[in-house]
């Protein structure tokens, strides 16, 4: 309590030291009086008697620094000190200071941005409550896309009942596709994105709705009334963030459907579950009506019970996976889970693929951050030499050591906050401009912020960056030699000679540095640059998607081949009409796109080979298309191509890729082979075509087995149209919708997409990680090509009078250029080789991020350096230009 | 200022000032240290000024009170005094400078004969 009391006494005394120093004053003023009088009353002349009473009481100023120092906070009042200094000498000094605080900020801000995605994506709880209880659980990843990533309703029953590890398990149904809500307000129909969810899914996660309530069981039921539930997104967007429209019931995809409330701003469907996509609404998903037989659709997330360890959970999943069942009518189908229940932590799942990428930037971001310390180290130096006599006379008139220390770390300190507060500025700028970058497909993106946890990295930085820029000049000065300062006139004593060997050490190292930067970028773009020139198996560029409404149903349609047959007339009108707008060279129909939504169907295996010699092979994606589907997306085909004759009732033809023809018919042609159940004589399907392999899930992973059916002999899941034309896709928007529109009326407003737009967003996470190390290299080849240039400039500078005396005695300005370039590119040469070792050494970190690109690639490493070294050459020209053009008579004349 | 004269120990100037307030009463800065020096027969190095260091010192740990008054010779000076809490620490020290004289007392006088009672 009392040293408590103590200091708030110093504290008191600190604030108050004005009315303390002129107490103290009035003090002393009467001790000095008594004092005189005493010596006055022994009888002293006042002259001598004044002089006495000053020299016992031993000095004036020396007892108020000590009357200081004993009530406390000294090292504040040194501070405020040399704050003031620090201003004032900074002040007068701006082009140095400008360029110091410009390059912190720089290396700050890059620093602050990059940790707040580290934060968003590694550091940061997901936004649930107590997330870390989330697991996500699925199958190992296997080739056959999302259907082989779910489970059935069944399975989902079942696994509900069996375990005991989960507080409650919810999941979503995994197959909606983007723009499948149309909301009719009047007007033309609006389309937006709804997903739908098991009614149980946001008290699992934890999220109350803003206004309203979330679902209740009695939501799912069959025969319940429509519901929907909006995003705080959506409902401010096309509702205006209506206060009242809890209650309020809309035509939804033709159905009257209550909004019963309003998600909060914080919960983001596709920032979590869908990177890169948006979820404008959500619905509960009635498991007891038609997806009961759908197969699988459901991904499970579950809540472990407090207490039950991951691997408890993960012990339980793989003892009840084998009694699940994919469906009960069909007993054959229990086991058929078996292996293929892993609860991961729900974070992981989300971003445990970038820890890599990020572990990368991080090391990106640090490599700058050293770069700038080493810039300002050397900015530092060449002041620090300029005022050693200043801070030798210090020295001479009694500074401590120390005193000089602090008093230069405090100017780093405060060049380092100043630093600080632009580089958050910056950061907060990029920050916010990430957060509304909607398209990459970065997890979480749009909950990017910077928070308290970044302002304590921040100040980290800032006093890492200060006490490493600031010591080696601080240390260098005050270890100085007092004399040998005082006397160092100028150029060629052994003092500035040392600096410069510092000096040449930093210049080495920060060449280094930019080089493994350089390594790293250069390595990854040419791994972009790789990805980028994959064959998709479809052609991208001039080639557009709109989502097609179309109603197929029939009325008393037993098998489904009447809506089939119904769907044929309307999609070869659809096709005709479309095919025939001026610009377009090819029209078809899928209902799944490349690289997005996919499916299953299970294996189909050549006629006549029995199904259990293929038990574990991935089943092939499946495509449901019109005939001219393939023609438009840009995809080779052998063989034929889907007829409009190729009906209900004709004979069961398929296309398969590539891959799954050489599978099965390693030495002969598939097209004309038939494809069977592997069980009885049923189903059989015959090849009509072999495509080539399509990259269906993502660009730069290998394409596995696909299957199309045709339209009118499978049910699609949808009708995505694809238009090939020799204009701007963009272009056609107006006439295909309006076309649409004239043979539907019915057809929403749908997003008009090129399908190289999907090719980006697939590869748009790999993007930013390049984009974002390629900027940091390039920020650190700027500070090193600066640092070189200040290096070599300011010994040129020091060389003058040196450089003088040569070309008087004969040297010309080529030889003196030609030696100060040779200076120049030696220092980077020797950074070049050693950036490149490390490289070298470091390769491993990168290589799982690198796409068909070694991490030793030669040509990535010789063009680097080259760059490098053309960096360098240009940096010390300009010194060396400025050499070559010296006045021997003026140098000689200036000392 | 003969160099004879003593450095004062760490912290022996707050003691003193304790004790001269115990004996005087109410006193001035000046007054102190005239004081001291006086009883220490000017033995002691003492730069007057210093006294004010650990005066503020001691009245921040509340072992004395200050208030202005006047003098003698009617001068306004700041006189302080002893509290309570100042009388006990003033006991405790002084108990713990008895005892260091004592140690330091028999280490200054130990000869050879005191080595075979190491364990004593």
């Known amino acids: 309590m009392s040293w408590l009391w103590r200091f708030l006494g110093r504290v008191w005394a600190f604030v108050r030291r004005r009315p303390f120093d002129a107490e103290l004053d009035a003090e002393l003023a009467a001790h000095l009086e008594m004092a005189i009088e005493d010596n006055l009353a022994h009888g002293l002349p006042a002259a001598e008697a004044r002089r006495l009473a000053l020299v016992s009481i031993g000095g004036?100023?020396?007892?108020?620094?000590?009357?200081?120092?004993?009530?406390?906070?000294?090292?504040?009042?040194?501070?405020?000190?040399?704050?003031?200094?620090?201003?004032?000498?900074?002040?007068?000094?701006?082009?140095?200071?400008?360029v110091a605080v410009l390059i912190l900020a720089l290396a700050i801000g890059a620093n602050i941005a990059v940790f707040s995605v580290v934060n968003m994506l590694l550091l940061r709880p997901l936004p649930f409550s107590n997330a870390q209880q989330l697991v996500w659980i699925a199958p190992p990843p296997t080739k056959c896309g999302l259907s082989c990533a779910t489970y059935s309703t069944d399975a989902y029953d079942q696994f509900r009942v069996m375990s005991r590890s989960y507080q409650d398990v919810t999941g979503y149904f995994a197959f909606s596709s983007a723009d499948n809500l149309s909301l009719s307000l009047g007007g033309p129909p609006i389309t937006a994105t709804s997903i739908d969810v098991i009614q149980n899914f946001f008290q699992v996660l934890g999220v109350r709705a803003q206004m309203g309530r979330v679902f209740t069981p009695e939501d799912a039921r069959?025969?319940?009334?429509?519901?929907?539930?909006?995003?705080?997104?959506?409902?401010?967007?096309?509702?205006?963030?209506?206060?009242?429209?809890?209650?309020?019931?809309?035509?939804?995809?033709?159905?009257?459907?209550?909004?019963?409330?309003?998600?909060?701003?914080?919960?983001?469907?596709?920032?979590?579950?869908?990177?890169?996509?948006?979820?404008?609404?959500?619905?509960?998903?009635?498991?007891?009506?038609?997806?009961?037989?759908?197969?699988?659709?459901?991904?499970?997330?579950?809540?472990?019970?407090?207490?039950?360890?991951?691997?408890?959970?993960?012990?339980?999943?793989?003892r009840i996976a084998p009694h699940l069942c994919w469906n009960f009518k069909y007993p054959q189908t229990c086991g058929d889970y078996k292996n293929a229940v892993v609860p991961v932590p729900l974070k992981d799942y989300i971003s445990g693929k970038l820890q890599r990428s990020l572990v990368v930037l991080w090391a990106a971001v640090g490599a700058i951050l050293l770069i700038a310390c080493v810039n300002l180290s050397n900015l530092l130096l060449a002041r620090a030499s300029a005022r050693s006599k200043e801070f030798a006379m210090r020295g001479a008139l009694g500074a401590s050591r120390?005193?000089?220390?602090?008093?230069?770390?405090?100017?780093?300190?405060?060049?380092?906050?100043?630093?600080?507060?632009?580089g958050l500025m910056l950061a907060a700028v990029l920050v916010s401009w990430l957060a509304h970058q909607g398209a990459i497909a970065l997890p979480l993106l749009s909950t990017l912020h910077i928070d308290a946890a970044a302002l304590g990295w921040t100040v980290l930085i800032a006093v890492f960056a200060a006490v490493v820029f600031g010591l080696v000049p601080g240390l260098r000065i005050a270890s100085g030699n007092l004399q040998e300062s005082l006397k160092d006139a100028g150029p060629g004593a052994s003092a500035s000679r040392k600096h410069e060997r510092i000096r040449s050490i930093l210049v080495v190292s920060e060449v280094a540095l930019a080089c493994m930067l350089l390594v790293g970028a250069g390595l990854l773009l040419r791994s972009f640059i790789n990805v980028l020139n994959v064959d998709l198996g479809f052609q991208p560029d001039r080639a557009a998607a709109i989502k097609v409404k179309y109603d197929d149903s029939v009325p008393g349609d037993k098998n489904g081949d009447l809506s089939a047959a119904k769907r044929g007339v309307i999609f070869q009108q659809i096709l005709a009409r479309v095919g025939s707008l001026p610009g377009v060279e090819g029209a078809g129909m899928v209902d799944y796109l490349p690289l997005g939504q996919n499916r299953a169907w299970g294996t189909p295996v050549p006629k006549g080979r029995n199904r259990n010699d293929f038990k574990d092979l991935a089943g092939p994606l499946v495509y449901v298309i019109s005939p001219g589907y393939i023609r438009a997306m840009g995809t080779r085909l052998r063989g034929r191509d889907f007829t409009w004759d190729d009906g209900p009732k004709s004979e069961q033809v398929v296309l398969i890729n590539e891959s799954m023809a050489r599978f099965f018919w390693p030495n002969e042609d598939a097209v004309g082979k038939i494809l069977g159940n592997g069980v009885d004589d049923k189903n059989n399907l015959r090849v009509a075509g072999v495509v080539e392999d399509v990259h269906e899930e993502n660009v730069d992973g290998e394409a596995g087995w696909q299957i199309y059916y045709s339209m009118t002999q499978a049910t699609p899941s949808g009708a995505e149209l694809v238009i090939r034309t020799g204009l701007p896709p963009g272009s056609l928007a107006t006439s295909v919708l309006t076309t649409l529109r004239e043979l539907n009326p019915q057809q929403p407003t749908a997003e008009f997409k090129p399908i190289r737009l999907l090719v980006n967003h697939a590869v748009s996470g790999r993007q930013f990680f390049m984009l974002l190390v390629v900027s940091f290299a390039t920020l650190g080849l700027l500070l090193a090509a600066l640092g070189i240039y200040g290096v070599i400039s300011y010994s040129v500078t020091r060389q003058t009078q040196e450089i003088g005396i040569r070309m008087a005695l004969g040297a010309s300005a080529g030889i003196v250029r030609r030696q100060v370039l040779a200076g120049t590119l030696r220092l980077a040469?020797?950074?070049?080789?050693?950036?490149?070792?490390?490289?070298?050494?470091?390769?491993?970190?990168?290589?799982?991020?690198?796409?068909?690109t070694s991490p030793w690639d030669a040509m990535t490493y010789i063009s680097m350096a080259i760059a490098l070294l053309a960096v360098a050459g240009i940096s010390g020209y300009i010194p060396a230009f400025r050499a070559s053009h010296i006045n021997p008579t003026v140098a000689l004349r200036a000392n | 200022m003969s160099p004879e004269k003593l450095d004062l120990l760490q912290g022996t100037l707050d003691l003193m000032v304790l004790q001269t307030l115990t004996v005087m009463g109410s006193l001035h800065g000046y007054g102190i240290a005239r004081r001291i020096e006086q009883v220490s027969g000017n033995e002691v190095l003492l730069n007057q000024g210093t006294i004010y260091a650990s005066l503020v010192r001691l009245e921040q740990r509340e072992w004395i009170a200050s208030r202005w008054g006047t003098s003698d010779n009617?001068?306004?000076?700041?006189?302080?005094?002893?509290?309570?809490?100042?009388?006990?620490?003033?006991?405790?020290?002084?108990?713990?400078?008895?005892?260091?004289?004592?140690?330091?007392?028999?280490?200054?006088?130990?000869?050879?004969?005191?080595?075979?009672?190491?364990d004593a």
């Open chain 1, 60 to 98: 004036m100023e020396q007892a108020r620094y000590r009357h200081r120092e004993a009530r406390g906070f000294m090292n504040i009042d040194i501070l405020m000190q040399d704050l003031k200094f620090t201003v004032r000498t900074l002040w007068r000094d701006p082009s140095f200071t400008t």
């Open chain 1, 829 to 852: 040469i020797i950074g070049v080789v050693l950036g490149a070792a490390a490289s070298i050494a470091g390769a491993r970190l990168i290589a799982s991020l690198l796409f068909e």
């Open chain 2, 74 to 118: 009617n001068r306004k000076a700041k006189f302080y005094s002893i509290t309570a809490a100042g009388r006990r620490q003033l006991t405790a020290d002084a108990r713990y400078w008895e005892r260091l004289k004592d140690v330091m007392q028999r280490v200054m006088t130990m000869d050879k004969s005191a080595e075979g009672g190491a």
């Open chain 1, 402 to 422: 120390g005193r000089i220390v602090r008093q230069l770390l405090t100017e780093s300190l405060v060049l380092s906050s100043a630093g600080a507060v632009f």
């Open chain 1, 222 to 318: 069959n025969g319940a009334a429509p519901v929907v539930l909006l995003t705080h997104a959506w409902w401010k967007r096309q509702f205006n963030g209506d206060p009242n429209i809890v209650g309020k019931a809309f035509d939804m995809n033709g159905q009257q459907t209550t909004v019963i409330g309003v998600l909060p701003a914080s919960f983001d469907f596709g920032a979590v579950f869908a990177p890169g996509t948006k979820v404008d609404a959500i619905t509960p998903l009635n498991l007891y009506g038609p997806p009961r037989d759908w197969g699988n659709i459901i991904t499970f997330i579950g809540r472990l019970k407090p207490g039950v360890a991951l691997a408890q959970a993960r012990e339980e999943g793989a």
